[in-house]
Structure formats: C-alpha cells, structure tokens
C-alpha cells in the first residue's frame, strides 16, 4: 500500500508562484509514473502534469511554459512548481501514483 502525503497549497495572485511536494512512503522500491491531477468545483478531473522515473516528462497544454514537474527517485518525493498563476488554476491539486494510489489533495487558490 502507497500513501501520499502532499504539501504546498495555498492562496497566491495572480502571477505569482506556489510549488506542492508529493510525497510517497510504502513502496519497496522507486515508483515509476508519478504526477498531478486537479479538479475545479464543477469541472472535471484532469491530468496537469506527469514524470517517470526515468525523468520523461508530459503536461496539460494549459500549463506548458508555466509549471514544470520534477521528482526525487531516492526519495519517491515529486514537485511541481507553478509559476505565472492565473485564476484557471483554482483547484485542488492530487498526487497520483503508478498503481492508481491518490493523494488526499491540496488546495489551490489563486486570486485575480
């Protein structure tokens, strides 16, 4: 069993920056696929961002340019860094791992 704790929401601007942590304890060994999901009241949950183990990388078109994904193997610890937000960006933001495990999500805001 993976758990994921993840950290790092909060309220920001608009422009401004915020970075979540990801991360996973109870596996025996590095976790492949790892990334971020995120879901806006009323709208559906989708993929923002995703990086394997071997550092590939893949993201929304919405925030190309914008956030960037980055992980830690040693550690099974996954970031995102998000700068220039806008208020689309407002939603809770999930860790999801290879396996289908969830994070318990963290809540983003940004402020126009």
């Known amino acids: 069993q993976v758990h994921l704790v993840e950290s790092g929401g909060g309220l920001v601007q608009a422009g401004g920056s915020l970075r979540l942590s990801c991360a996973a304890s109870?596996?025996?060994?590095?976790?492949?696929?790892m990334g971020w999901y995120r879901q806006a009241p009323g709208k559906q949950r989708e993929l923002v961002a995703a990086?394997?183990?071997?550092?590939?990388?893949n993201y929304a078109d919405s925030v190309k340019g914008r956030f960037t994904i980055s992980r830690d193997n040693a550690k099974n610890i996954i970031y995102l860094q998000m700068n220039s937000l806008q208020p689309e960006d407002t939603a809770t933001y999930y860790c999801?791992?290879?396996?289908?495990?969830w994070g318990q999500g963290t809540q983003v805001t940004v402020s126009s």
């Open positions: 990086i394997t183990s071997g550092g590939f990388t």
């Open positions: 999801v791992t290879a396996g289908n495990y």
């Open positions: 109870g596996s025996p060994c590095t976790i492949n696929a």
